[in-house]
């Protein structure tokens, strides 16, 4: 059974910068594809930013340039960089694990206001 746990959300202020750790329990984790999705208040689940196995990374339009994913597979582990945030990222941050199925971390606020 693979359980997720995401940390590092918060409150900063525009402009600021936050990262986002998923922690995977469970095997086989670099079989996984790996994601962030965020719902804000009011709207639905949407894609942030995902990386393969092989380590391929996409993101929304909406933070290429200031979002980076990475993958640590030694110790099982996603991240999310976050840089220069803007008020419309604001949201819940969920970590997703994809092979076969599909896994859903619990969440981590980040707020993002002066």
């Known amino acids: 059974q693979v359980q997720l746990m995401e940390s590092g959300g918060g409150l900063v202020q525009p402009g600021g910068e936050l990262r986002l750790s998923c922690t995977f329990s469970g095997s086989r984790f670099n079989y996984f594809f790996m994601g962030w999705r965020r719902q804000a208040a009011g709207k639905e689940r949407e894609f942030v930013a995902g990386?393969?196995?092989?380590?391929?990374?996409n993101y929304a339009d909406s933070v290429k340039g200031r979002f980076n994913i990475s993958r640590d597979n030694a110790k099982n582990t996603v991240y999310l960089e976050m840089k220069n945030l803007k008020s419309e990222d604001t949201a819940v941050y969920y970590c997703n694990a994809v092979y076969l199925v599909s896994y859903w971390g619990q969440g981590t606020q980040v707020t993002v206001s002066s």
């Open positions: 990386i393969s196995s092989a380590g391929h990374t």
